[in-house]
Protein backbone atom coordinates (compact mmCIF):
# COMPACT_ATOMS: atom_id res chain seq x y z
CA UNK A 1 0.00 0.00 0.00
CA UNK A 2 1.02 4.04 -1.21
CA UNK A 3 -0.06 7.19 0.47
CA UNK A 4 -3.41 8.02 0.42
CA UNK A 5 -4.47 11.35 -0.64
CA UNK A 6 -7.33 12.48 2.13
CA UNK A 7 -10.90 13.44 0.81
CA UNK A 8 -12.74 16.53 1.57
CA UNK A 9 -15.97 17.51 0.74
CA UNK A 10 -15.24 20.06 -2.05
CA UNK A 11 -12.84 17.32 -3.51
CA UNK A 12 -10.02 19.89 -4.26
CA UNK A 13 -6.96 19.37 -6.00
CA UNK A 14 -3.80 18.48 -4.32
CA UNK A 15 -1.22 21.40 -4.67
CA UNK A 16 1.89 20.67 -5.94
CA UNK A 17 3.05 21.77 -2.38
CA UNK A 18 0.53 18.94 -0.83
CA UNK A 19 1.56 16.13 -3.28
CA UNK A 20 5.09 16.89 -2.20
CA UNK A 21 4.64 16.65 1.51
CA UNK A 22 2.08 13.43 0.80
CA UNK A 23 4.77 11.54 -1.25
CA UNK A 24 8.00 12.71 0.95
CA UNK A 25 9.67 8.79 0.86
CA UNK A 26 7.36 7.34 -1.23
CA UNK A 27 9.26 7.22 -4.56
CA UNK A 28 5.94 7.65 -6.75
CA UNK A 29 7.33 5.40 -9.88
CA UNK A 30 6.22 4.94 -13.16
CA UNK A 31 3.03 2.16 -13.26
CA UNK A 32 2.26 2.58 -9.89
CA UNK A 33 -1.67 2.53 -9.55
CA UNK A 34 -3.90 5.08 -8.80
CA UNK A 35 -7.61 4.28 -7.23
CA UNK A 36 -10.65 6.31 -6.44
CA UNK A 37 -11.53 5.47 -2.70
CA UNK A 38 -14.21 8.34 -2.59
CA UNK A 39 -17.14 8.74 -4.72
CA UNK A 40 -16.48 6.80 -7.80
CA UNK A 41 -15.21 3.92 -5.82
CA UNK A 42 -12.65 1.64 -7.61
CA UNK A 43 -11.60 3.66 -10.57
CA UNK A 44 -8.44 2.93 -11.18
CA UNK A 45 -5.01 4.27 -13.73
CA UNK A 46 -1.54 3.32 -14.10
CA UNK A 47 0.97 6.67 -12.79
CA UNK A 48 2.05 7.53 -16.66
CA UNK A 49 5.60 9.16 -14.59
CA UNK A 50 4.46 13.04 -15.56
CA UNK A 51 3.29 15.61 -13.40
CA UNK A 52 -0.43 15.68 -12.92
CA UNK A 53 -2.88 16.72 -10.19
CA UNK A 54 -4.62 14.47 -8.49
CA UNK A 55 -7.57 14.46 -6.43
CA UNK A 56 -7.65 13.87 -3.27
CA UNK A 57 -10.19 11.20 -3.28
CA UNK A 58 -7.16 9.05 -4.91
CA UNK A 59 -5.03 6.38 -3.74
CA UNK A 60 -1.33 5.63 -4.18
CA UNK A 61 -0.45 1.80 -4.71
CA UNK A 62 2.92 0.75 -4.87
CA UNK A 63 3.34 -2.82 -5.40
CA UNK A 64 5.67 -5.25 -3.48
CA UNK A 65 7.79 -6.06 -6.94
CA UNK A 66 9.08 -9.42 -5.34
CA UNK A 67 5.56 -10.83 -5.11
CA UNK A 68 3.25 -8.70 -7.59
CA UNK A 69 4.05 -6.53 -10.68
CA UNK A 70 2.24 -3.30 -11.44
CA UNK A 71 0.14 -4.42 -14.59
CA UNK A 72 -1.01 -7.92 -12.58
CA UNK A 73 -2.10 -5.55 -9.71
CA UNK A 74 -4.17 -3.21 -12.21
CA UNK A 75 -5.90 -5.57 -13.61
CA UNK A 76 -6.95 -7.21 -10.25
CA UNK A 77 -8.07 -4.78 -9.10
CA UNK A 78 -10.17 -4.21 -11.87
CA UNK A 79 -11.68 -7.67 -11.49
CA UNK A 80 -15.57 -7.84 -10.57
CA UNK A 81 -14.64 -9.48 -7.01
CA UNK A 82 -12.15 -6.80 -6.04
CA UNK A 83 -14.79 -4.51 -7.07
CA UNK A 84 -17.55 -6.32 -4.57
CA UNK A 85 -15.06 -5.99 -2.12
CA UNK A 86 -14.51 -2.77 -2.09
CA UNK A 87 -18.36 -2.37 -1.90
CA UNK A 88 -19.10 -4.07 1.17
CA UNK A 89 -16.23 -2.56 2.99
CA UNK A 90 -16.98 0.71 1.86
CA UNK A 91 -18.86 2.84 4.76
CA UNK A 92 -22.48 3.99 3.94
CA UNK A 93 -22.65 7.31 4.45
CA UNK A 94 -24.29 9.32 1.25
CA UNK A 95 -20.91 9.18 -0.75
CA UNK A 96 -19.09 5.90 -0.75
CA UNK A 97 -15.96 5.86 0.25
CA UNK A 98 -13.26 3.37 1.82
CA UNK A 99 -10.60 3.32 4.87
CA UNK A 100 -6.72 2.78 4.31
CA UNK A 101 -7.25 -0.02 6.77
CA UNK A 102 -10.42 -1.55 5.10
CA UNK A 103 -8.79 -1.16 1.75
CA UNK A 104 -5.61 -3.29 2.87
CA UNK A 105 -7.64 -6.53 3.62
CA UNK A 106 -9.13 -6.56 0.70
CA UNK A 107 -7.49 -9.51 -1.20
CA UNK A 108 -5.87 -10.38 -4.57
CA UNK A 109 -5.01 -13.30 -6.64
CA UNK A 110 -2.14 -14.95 -5.20
CA UNK A 111 -0.26 -16.08 -8.22
CA UNK A 112 3.44 -16.86 -9.09
CA UNK A 113 5.55 -14.26 -11.01
CA UNK A 114 5.76 -15.60 -14.37
CA UNK A 115 1.94 -17.13 -14.19
CA UNK A 116 1.13 -12.97 -13.42
CA UNK A 117 3.30 -12.05 -16.68
CA UNK A 118 1.24 -14.25 -18.73
CA UNK A 119 -2.15 -13.04 -17.87
CA UNK A 120 -1.02 -9.45 -17.65
CA UNK A 121 0.33 -10.36 -21.11
CA UNK A 122 -3.54 -11.66 -22.62
CA UNK A 123 -5.40 -8.89 -20.50
CA UNK A 124 -3.30 -6.12 -22.26
CA UNK A 125 -3.89 -7.53 -25.74
CA UNK A 126 -7.55 -7.45 -25.26
CA UNK A 127 -7.79 -4.10 -23.61
CA UNK A 128 -5.47 -2.61 -26.84
CA UNK A 129 -8.55 -4.64 -29.07
CA UNK A 130 -10.87 -2.45 -27.01
CA UNK A 131 -9.33 0.92 -27.24
CA UNK A 132 -8.84 -0.02 -31.60
CA UNK A 133 -12.19 -0.81 -31.71
CA UNK A 134 -13.40 2.23 -29.34
CA UNK A 135 -11.01 4.64 -31.46
CA UNK A 136 -13.03 2.91 -34.57
CA UNK A 137 -16.34 3.26 -33.42
CA UNK A 138 -15.73 7.21 -31.98
CA UNK A 139 -14.34 7.56 -35.79
CA UNK A 140 -17.55 6.27 -37.65
CA UNK A 141 -19.19 8.06 -35.30
CA UNK A 142 -17.06 11.43 -36.17
CA UNK A 143 -17.56 10.56 -40.04
CA UNK A 144 -21.32 9.50 -39.68
CA UNK A 145 -22.28 13.25 -38.47
CA UNK A 146 -20.13 14.77 -41.22
CA UNK A 147 -21.84 12.70 -43.96
CA UNK A 148 -25.65 13.01 -42.63
CA UNK A 149 -24.89 16.90 -42.88
CA UNK A 150 -23.60 16.54 -46.48
CA UNK A 151 -26.21 14.05 -47.92
CA UNK A 152 -28.93 16.61 -46.26
CA UNK A 153 -27.67 19.97 -47.67
CA UNK A 154 -25.60 18.23 -50.70
CA UNK A 155 -27.71 15.30 -51.88
CA UNK A 156 -26.74 12.38 -54.72
CA UNK A 157 -26.79 13.10 -57.96
CA UNK A 158 -26.93 10.80 -61.12
CA UNK A 159 -24.06 8.72 -60.51
CA UNK A 160 -24.98 7.87 -56.67
CA UNK A 161 -22.01 9.99 -55.90
CA UNK A 162 -22.28 13.10 -53.50
CA UNK A 163 -22.50 16.48 -55.44
CA UNK A 164 -19.73 18.44 -55.41
CA UNK A 165 -19.61 21.33 -52.73
CA UNK A 166 -20.99 24.63 -53.86
CA UNK A 167 -17.93 26.75 -54.53
CA UNK A 168 -16.94 23.66 -57.21
CA UNK A 169 -20.68 23.13 -58.76
CA UNK A 170 -22.44 26.59 -58.10
CA UNK A 171 -24.25 25.81 -61.17
CA UNK A 172 -25.78 22.79 -58.89
CA UNK A 173 -27.32 24.71 -56.23
CA UNK A 174 -29.72 27.19 -55.66
CA UNK A 175 -29.90 29.89 -52.86
CA UNK A 176 -32.56 28.80 -49.87
CA UNK A 177 -32.74 29.95 -46.06
CA UNK A 178 -30.93 26.74 -45.19
CA UNK A 179 -28.21 28.44 -47.63
CA UNK A 180 -27.08 26.52 -51.00
CA UNK A 181 -28.91 23.29 -51.91
CA UNK A 182 -29.50 21.26 -54.93
CA UNK A 183 -31.57 22.83 -57.66
CA UNK A 184 -34.05 20.10 -57.90
CA UNK A 185 -35.05 20.34 -54.03
CA UNK A 186 -37.91 21.55 -52.75
CA UNK A 187 -38.17 24.27 -49.96
CA UNK A 188 -41.08 23.46 -47.48
CA UNK A 189 -42.47 22.57 -44.28
CA UNK A 190 -41.99 19.57 -42.25
CA UNK A 191 -46.05 20.22 -41.75
CA UNK A 192 -46.59 19.49 -45.95
CA UNK A 193 -44.71 16.34 -45.67
CA UNK A 194 -46.35 14.36 -42.42
CA UNK A 195 -49.23 13.58 -40.78
CA UNK A 196 -49.24 14.36 -37.03
CA UNK A 197 -50.94 11.93 -34.80
CA UNK A 198 -54.79 12.71 -33.79
CA UNK A 199 -56.47 11.02 -30.79
CA UNK A 200 -55.43 8.76 -27.96
CA UNK A 201 -55.95 5.39 -26.62
CA UNK A 202 -57.02 4.15 -23.58
CA UNK A 203 -53.56 1.68 -23.18
CA UNK A 204 -55.77 -0.14 -20.14
CA UNK A 205 -58.10 -1.78 -22.63
CA UNK A 206 -57.74 -5.00 -25.11
CA UNK A 207 -55.95 -4.95 -27.35
CA UNK A 208 -53.77 -2.13 -26.82
CA UNK A 209 -52.82 -3.43 -23.38
CA UNK A 210 -50.77 -6.00 -25.14
CA UNK A 211 -49.29 -3.78 -27.56
CA UNK A 212 -45.55 -2.30 -27.23
CA UNK A 213 -45.54 0.47 -25.61
CA UNK A 214 -42.47 3.43 -26.71
CA UNK A 215 -40.81 5.84 -24.22
CA UNK A 216 -38.73 8.51 -24.66
CA UNK A 217 -36.58 6.42 -22.63
CA UNK A 218 -36.44 3.62 -24.24
CA UNK A 219 -34.67 5.30 -27.64
CA UNK A 220 -31.88 5.83 -27.79
CA UNK A 221 -29.80 9.85 -28.04
CA UNK A 222 -28.94 10.39 -31.75
CA UNK A 223 -28.80 7.28 -33.12
CA UNK A 224 -32.10 5.90 -34.38
CA UNK A 225 -32.32 2.90 -32.12
CA UNK A 226 -34.54 1.45 -29.76
CA UNK A 227 -33.25 -0.15 -26.58
CA UNK A 228 -36.55 -1.80 -25.33
CA UNK A 229 -39.46 -3.64 -26.25
CA UNK A 230 -42.40 -3.67 -23.38
CA UNK A 231 -46.11 -3.95 -23.55
CA UNK A 232 -48.24 -1.14 -21.94
CA UNK A 233 -49.26 -3.80 -19.16
CA UNK A 234 -45.79 -4.37 -17.88
CA UNK A 235 -45.37 -0.96 -17.65
CA UNK A 236 -48.72 -0.22 -16.23
CA UNK A 237 -49.62 2.76 -18.47
CA UNK A 238 -53.05 3.94 -18.20
CA UNK A 239 -52.95 7.54 -19.89
CA UNK A 240 -53.49 7.90 -22.98
CA UNK A 241 -51.95 6.92 -25.87
CA UNK A 242 -50.71 7.56 -29.58
CA UNK A 243 -50.67 4.42 -32.30
CA UNK A 244 -48.09 4.24 -34.69
CA UNK A 245 -48.05 1.87 -37.90
CA UNK A 246 -45.06 0.65 -39.26
CA UNK A 247 -42.53 3.55 -41.64
CA UNK A 248 -43.88 6.40 -38.73
CA UNK A 249 -41.27 8.06 -37.13
CA UNK A 250 -41.72 8.01 -33.17
CA UNK A 251 -39.99 11.53 -32.12
CA UNK A 252 -39.28 12.28 -28.39
CA UNK A 253 -40.45 16.04 -28.23
CA UNK A 254 -39.47 16.58 -24.26
CA UNK A 255 -35.19 17.48 -23.81
CA UNK A 256 -35.29 17.83 -27.84
CA UNK A 257 -31.53 18.07 -27.62
CA UNK A 258 -31.20 14.41 -26.71
CA UNK A 259 -32.08 13.96 -30.33
CA UNK A 260 -34.18 10.47 -29.80
CA UNK A 261 -36.07 9.33 -32.99
CA UNK A 262 -36.73 6.18 -34.06
CA UNK A 263 -38.15 4.67 -37.42
CA UNK A 264 -41.21 1.85 -36.22
CA UNK A 265 -41.28 -1.09 -37.88
CA UNK A 266 -43.93 -2.81 -36.23
CA UNK A 267 -47.47 -1.54 -35.18
CA UNK A 268 -47.51 -0.46 -31.19
CA UNK A 269 -48.54 3.24 -28.74
CA UNK A 270 -46.19 5.68 -28.38
CA UNK A 271 -46.32 7.51 -25.34
CA UNK A 272 -47.93 11.30 -24.91
CA UNK A 273 -44.50 12.84 -24.43
CA UNK A 274 -43.51 11.70 -28.43
CA UNK A 275 -45.09 12.15 -32.04
CA UNK A 276 -45.54 9.08 -34.21
CA UNK A 277 -44.73 10.82 -37.28
CA UNK A 278 -46.43 9.68 -40.41
CA UNK A 279 -44.79 10.33 -43.47
CA UNK A 280 -46.95 11.35 -46.60
CA UNK A 281 -46.95 10.36 -50.24
CA UNK A 282 -43.18 11.11 -51.53
CA UNK A 283 -41.62 10.75 -48.49
CA UNK A 284 -39.05 8.07 -47.74
CA UNK A 285 -39.50 6.93 -44.08
CA UNK A 286 -35.91 6.58 -43.50
CA UNK A 287 -35.16 10.27 -45.24
CA UNK A 288 -37.34 11.59 -42.59
CA UNK A 289 -35.76 9.86 -39.63
CA UNK A 290 -32.54 11.52 -41.11
CA UNK A 291 -34.15 14.73 -41.67
CA UNK A 292 -35.39 14.49 -37.69
CA UNK A 293 -31.82 13.58 -36.36
CA UNK A 294 -29.62 15.68 -38.64
CA UNK A 295 -28.46 19.18 -37.36
CA UNK A 296 -31.22 21.38 -38.93
CA UNK A 297 -33.79 20.30 -37.26
CA UNK A 298 -32.51 19.45 -34.14
CA UNK A 299 -30.70 22.96 -33.89
CA UNK A 300 -34.12 24.24 -34.58
CA UNK A 301 -36.22 22.13 -31.80
CA UNK A 302 -33.34 22.96 -29.14
CA UNK A 303 -33.89 26.72 -29.82
CA UNK A 304 -37.72 26.82 -30.31
CA UNK A 305 -38.10 24.69 -26.62
CA UNK A 306 -36.14 26.89 -24.54
CA UNK A 307 -39.66 29.07 -25.22
CA UNK A 308 -41.15 27.35 -21.80
CA UNK A 309 -39.56 26.39 -18.69
CA UNK A 310 -39.44 23.13 -19.37
CA UNK A 311 -37.55 22.02 -23.06
CA UNK A 312 -40.41 20.66 -24.90
CA UNK A 313 -41.51 21.30 -28.98
CA UNK A 314 -45.13 20.93 -29.44
CA UNK A 315 -46.45 20.50 -32.69
CA UNK A 316 -47.22 24.10 -33.39
CA UNK A 317 -43.56 24.86 -33.19
CA UNK A 318 -42.51 21.58 -35.39
CA UNK A 319 -44.96 23.20 -37.99
CA UNK A 320 -42.81 25.94 -37.97
CA UNK A 321 -39.65 23.97 -39.73
CA UNK A 322 -39.01 23.90 -42.90
CA UNK A 323 -36.00 22.59 -44.66
CA UNK A 324 -34.82 21.38 -48.09
CA UNK A 325 -36.66 18.16 -49.62
CA UNK A 326 -35.68 15.85 -52.95
CA UNK A 327 -37.49 14.07 -54.84
CA UNK A 328 -38.30 10.19 -53.61
CA UNK A 329 -35.73 8.52 -55.76
CA UNK A 330 -33.34 10.85 -54.36
CA UNK A 331 -34.16 10.08 -51.25
CA UNK A 332 -33.71 6.23 -51.39
CA UNK A 333 -30.17 6.77 -52.41
CA UNK A 334 -29.21 9.21 -49.65
CA UNK A 335 -31.18 6.99 -47.32
CA UNK A 336 -29.59 3.55 -48.50
CA UNK A 337 -26.15 5.48 -47.80
CA UNK A 338 -27.01 5.92 -44.16
CA UNK A 339 -28.15 2.53 -43.73
CA UNK A 340 -24.36 1.24 -44.62
CA UNK A 341 -22.98 3.53 -42.75
CA UNK A 342 -25.42 2.57 -40.01
CA UNK A 343 -23.97 -0.97 -40.33
CA UNK A 344 -20.68 -0.56 -40.32
CA UNK A 345 -20.79 1.18 -36.95
CA UNK A 346 -23.34 -1.57 -35.53
CA UNK A 347 -20.58 -4.09 -36.28
CA UNK A 348 -18.05 -3.04 -34.29
CA UNK A 349 -20.17 -1.79 -31.63
CA UNK A 350 -21.40 -5.48 -31.80
CA UNK A 351 -17.28 -6.31 -31.75
CA UNK A 352 -17.04 -4.03 -29.34
CA UNK A 353 -19.64 -5.84 -27.01
CA UNK A 354 -17.87 -9.23 -27.74
CA UNK A 355 -14.58 -8.24 -26.20
CA UNK A 356 -15.90 -6.61 -23.54
CA UNK A 357 -17.72 -10.20 -22.73
CA UNK A 358 -14.60 -12.27 -23.73
CA UNK A 359 -12.28 -9.63 -21.50
CA UNK A 360 -14.91 -10.46 -18.15
CA UNK A 361 -14.61 -14.02 -18.89
CA UNK A 362 -10.74 -14.37 -19.15
CA UNK A 363 -10.82 -12.44 -16.05
CA UNK A 364 -13.63 -14.42 -14.02
CA UNK A 365 -11.29 -17.62 -15.19
CA UNK A 366 -7.29 -16.58 -15.06
CA UNK A 367 -7.96 -14.62 -11.81
CA UNK A 368 -9.81 -16.75 -9.84
CA UNK A 369 -7.69 -19.73 -11.29
CA UNK A 370 -10.58 -21.72 -12.59
CA UNK A 371 -8.28 -22.01 -15.74
CA UNK A 372 -4.76 -22.03 -15.57
CA UNK A 373 -3.14 -20.12 -18.14
CA UNK A 374 -0.54 -22.33 -18.31
CA UNK A 375 -2.91 -24.53 -19.63
CA UNK A 376 -3.93 -22.47 -22.32
CA UNK A 377 -0.63 -21.72 -23.65
CA UNK A 378 -0.16 -25.50 -23.26
CA UNK A 379 -2.99 -26.34 -25.38
CA UNK A 380 -2.40 -23.78 -28.04
CA UNK A 381 1.17 -24.98 -28.46
CA UNK A 382 -0.71 -28.55 -28.80
CA UNK A 383 -2.80 -27.87 -31.65
Same mark, same amino acid.
Given at each position: ??? @??????????????? @????????????????????????????????????????????????????????????????????????????????????????????????????????????????????????????????????????????????? #? #???????? @???????????????????????? #????????????????????????????????????????????????? #????????????????????????????? @?????????????????????????????????????????????????????????????????????????????????????????????????????????????
Amino acid at each position: MGA @YVSFDENDQLVSEQE @YKAITKGFNLEKNDVLLTVVGSLGRSALFEGEKVAFQRSVAFLKPDKKNISSRFLYHAIRHEAFQQQLLKSSNATAQAGIYLGELAKCLIPNIKAKEQDLIVKILDTLDTQLRQTEAIIAKLQQVKQGLLQDLLTRGIDASGKLR #P #PWEKAPEL @YKDSPLGWIPKEWEWNSLASKVEF #PTGQVDPRIFPYREWILVAPDHIESKTGRLLNKCDATSQSAISGKYIFQ #PGDVIYSKIRPYLRKAVLANFQGLCSADA @YPLRPLTGIVPEYLLAVILGEHFSRFAESVSMRSGFPKINRAEMSEFSTAWPQAEEQEKIASIIKDSNEKLAMEERLLEKLKKQKIGLMDDLLTGRVRVTNLIGQQRAS
